[in-house]
């Protein structure tokens, strides 16, 4: 499975932004679609996931802002992020989890930066 997430930039504190990845590759397979974010000096962390299923998870401090969502055919996540803050300046990436083995891919990143 290959990803590419697009739609990261600057943004003044307050503003929105929506990301996407696109998946491709053996997409039949995977079960949970999410992203994940590393703020500078942080570890990454949870910002949303959801699963074939429907369900949907949030990290605490993203929740209420963003949504996430995804297309039926599993080709696509989206994140909308809304009343940016500075904290939430880092890199975000796609992840995706397949059925029964649970191998995990990354994308390979989007910069966000809130800032006025």
């Known amino acids: 499975v290959q990803l590419v997430e697009s739609g990261g930039g600057l943004v003044h504190p307050g503003g929105s932004l929506r990301l996407s990845c696109a998946a491709s590759?053996?997409?039949?397979?995977?079960?949970?679609m999410g992203w994940y974010r590393q703020r500078p000096g942080k570890q990454r962390e949870l910002v949303a996931t959801?699963?074939?299923?429907?369900?949907?998870d949030y990290g605490d401090s993203v929740k209420g802002r963003f949504t996430i969502s995804r297309d039926d055919a599993k080709t696509a996540v989206f994140l909308h992020m809304n009343d940016l803050n500075p904290g939430d300046t880092a890199v975000y990436y796609c992840n995706v989890v397949l059925g029964f083995s649970s191998v995990t891919y990354w994308g390979q990143g989007a910069q966000v930066t809130v800032s006025s």
């Open positions: 590759g053996n997409t039949f397979k995977i079960d949970v």
């Open positions: 959801i699963s074939s299923g429907g369900r949907v």
